[in-house]
C-alpha cells in the first residue's frame, strides 16, 4: 500500500502504557470473535489477577510467578493520561499505519454514508498489551481484534499481526488493513441498526444464531471490501495488495481455523463463514463498492 507516517489518529485511544500483561493462552478465537473466556477455572483466575494486579495464571502455567505484570490496562478516569508508552521504531511505524488506514476508512464511509442521508459517528480503536477492558467484557489478546457495539470501539492488540503473519500466512500491509477495515465495518452495521436487528433475529431464532452471526461476518468482509474499492481511486493500491487482502480473508475462515486446531471441519458451528466465504464477500465489495451489494442477509 502507498501511504505516508503522519502521526497518530485523534480516533487512538491507547492503553499500551497501562502495565497489563501475559495472561496468556486461555480462550481464543481470531479477529472479530470479540472478548470471550474457556473454562470457569480460567475465569476465576483472570478475576483474582485483575483485582490484585498479579498474574495469577503462573500458579497453574508452571512459571512460579516470576515477572508477574502489573495492573490490567483501563481507560483513564476524567483528567487522568495514560503513562507513555515504551515501544520499538517498529511498533510506532505500525501505529502510524493503523492510523492512517483507520482514519481513512473512516473519512470513507463518512462520505459513502452522507450520500445515504446517514451521520456516520466515528469510532475509536483502542491500542493494548494482553489484556483489556471494554464495555462488552474483559478480553485477552488471545481473543483478537474485536469491535464492541456497547461503546462503538474496536480493540486491538498490534501483536496480533505478527500471529497473522506466522501463524495464519497472510503478510502484507493490505492484510493488516483488512482486518482494521473489517471491524469498521462492524461498526458501519451498528451505525445501519443491521446488528440490533441480527441480535434480535438471534432470540427469536436460536437454532440458527450461528447462521446470522456467519451473515453479520461476511457482511463486514464486504464492507471491507467496499473501502478497498475506494483505494484505488486515491492511488493507495500496490501490485499484489488485492492478493494480500483476499489470502487474508481466506486464512481466518473458520474451516480453516478448525483445520489448524486439529478439529473436525463442523460448519455448523462456523460464526464468521469458510475461507470460500470470507474471500467470495470481500472480493465482492472489492468489485463493486456498493453497500447494495453486500446483503448476506438476502442471498
Known amino acids: 500500500m502507498r501511504w505516508t507516517p503522519g502521526g497518530v489518529s485523534s480516533d487512538i485511544e491507547d492503553r499500551r502504557g497501562g502495565g497489563g500483561g501475559g495472561f496468556g493462552g486461555f480462550g481464543g478465537g481470531g479477529f472479530g470473535r470479540g472478548p470471550q473466556v474457556g473454562c470457569g477455572g480460567a475465569v476465576i483466575l483472570l478475576i483474582l489477577s485483575l483485582v490484585f494486579g498479579r498474574n495469577f495464571f503462573t500458579l497453574v502455567d508452571g512459571s512460579g510467578g516470576a515477572g508477574a505484570p502489573g495492573p490490567v490496562q483501563s481507560a483513564p478516569g476524567p483528567g487522568q493520561q495514560m503513562p507513555p508508552v515504551a515501544q520499538t521504531p517498529e511498533e510506532e511505524r505500525m501505529v502510524q499505519f493503523v492510523s492512517f488506514v483507520l482514519d481513512d476508512a473512516q ?64 503478510p502484507g500491509d493490505f492484510a493488516q488493513a483488512y482486518v482494521i477495515t473489517h471491524e469498521i465495518g462492524h461498526h458501519v452495521q451498528n451505525v445501519l441498526g443491521i446488528s440490533d436487528k441480527v441480535r434480535q433475529a438471534q432470540q427469536r431464532d436460536r437454532r440458527n444464531a450461528n447462521e446470522y452471526s456467519v451473515r453479520l461476518e461476511l457482511q463486514a468482509d464486504c464492507f471491507a471490501g467496499i473501502w478497498g474499492n475506494t483505494t484505488s481511486q486515491r492511488n493507495i493500491l500496490e501490485a499484489g495488495d488485492v492478493e494480500e487482502g483476499l489470502n487474508a480473508a481466506a486464512a481466518i475462515g473458520d474451516d480453516r481455523m478448525q483445520q489448524s486446531a486439529g478439529r473436525r471441519v463442523s460448519p455448523d458451528s462456523f460464526t464468521h463463514g469458510s475461507s470460500a466465504q470470507r474471500v467470495e464477500w470481500f472480493r465482492r465489495g472489492l468489485q463493486s463498492g456498493r453497500v447494495s451489494d453486500c446483503d448476506t442477509f438476502g442471498r
Open 107 to 170: 473519512n470513507t464511509w463518512t462520505e459513502l454514508l452522507r450520500k445515504e442521508g446517514v451521520e456516520y459517528p466515528r469510532a475509536k480503536l483502542v491500542l493494548f498489551r494482553d489484556v483489556v477492558e471494554s464495555a462488552c467484557g474483559y478480553a485477552e489478546s488471545a481473543t483478537g481484534p474485536f469491535y464492541c457495539p456497547a461503546d462503538n470501539k474496536v480493540y486491538i492488540d498490534l501483536s496480533f499481526y505478527q500471529q497473522l503473519q506466522d501463524r495464519f500466512g497472510a
